[in-house]
């Protein structure tokens, strides 16, 4: 049994890719492909990592659904006890939809609508993560038009660099999250005085795939500071939350561990004299990112010609997954493995490099460059770390139906999601008369 690096539930047996030791070209066969599959038990560890961690303190582990909002994932993370971080009506949804708990949901998000925050008032969300002062009064108008108060906190933006890819990046001052450290002490003013509201928290997010403890003690330091100038104005603050971020292995990071990120920050936390406080935690890609695989098929081999090749030419290996059901590699030229779901004897098929791409018409729709691989048509191929900001991220361009998806759990297969039929995809649409 061979294992890959960043998935322990991976591994090859007798040449064969198995998750949670199912055969997934067997699987692939099964459901069709594109498939999603994920393991349940991979996401329960990671979750698990992350409770001991907080183990003997008041806490509240809210997934970041928005790495992936299956209905399944969402009641497995419900059952654990997680909250849920939301950043919109239709993710509230569904966590009511898979038996989750509105009193364990904070919301975040820039843009919430008044609709969204009648909905989160009437379903008792646990607290608004407020991003600015203009969200702050329609808050406060809306809480009191409704006669619900609202718990609020206020999103800060540290002005620390997470040193992680600019379209990931929220936490440096040109970013449009969160209120700018030096206008929080006067907007928690200004909250403790509006009708409606009622203070508990502080909350900050500082970006996404970050591999370093550093920004987050940084940024840490620099909420600490706020809490104790907020609170010498007379305004407690309850709960700290720290946000998610934590990045999880695609080729070579080695991002601390979760206990050993959170045993840094409650360390940080205890030192300065907070450890009373709750701590709230979001985290989403480290949840769920190496639990699962895109399995797709190769369709076609088009190996460039000799002297194609002299003039630039590639090897494409044209998959049946596209750009729509993974948008992280055309979005920002993100790294994900890609190995065969069957490994054929070397002298029978040759491994050489390939760009493996999708069907869509655009120049963008690729998977991975040269990758070596020892492919032929037909073979299913796997793409790894795919369980974060795959499916969540997956569109219908070209009229592509969404993938199916599928979890392993205790060693049965669930259908968790049907593939999308083109039926389905027009279904709303209407002929002009
Ligand atoms: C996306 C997001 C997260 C989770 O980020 P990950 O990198 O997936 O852990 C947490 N909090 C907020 C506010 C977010 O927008």
Redesign the pocket.
Known sequence: MISLPGAPHLAYTQNRLTLDGMDLQALGAQYGTPLYVYSAAAMRTAAQAYLQALQGRPHLLCY?M??NSNLAVLQLFARMGLGF?I?SGGELQRVLAAGGQAAKVVF??VGKTRAEMVLALHSGVRCF?VESEAELRVLSEVASRENLPARVSL?VNPDVDARTHPY?S?GLKGNKFGVAHDRALALYAQARTLPGLQVVGIDC?I???ITETDPYLDALDRVLDLVEAVEAQGTSIHHLDL????GITYTDEQPPSAQALVGAMLQRIDARGHGHREIFL?????LVGNAGVLLTEALYLKPAQADELAQGGRHFCIVDAAMNDLMRPALYEAWMGIVECVRHPADTVASQTWDVVGPVCESGDWLGRERPLAVRAGDTLAVLSAG??GMTMASNYNTRGRAAEVMIDAGSVHLVRERETPAQLFAGERLIR
């Open positions: 970041a928005k790495a971080d950043v975040s998000g993560n999103r990931i929220t997010h970006g996404s795939q946000g998610g971020g934590l979001e985290p989403g890609r480290s974060a900001y």
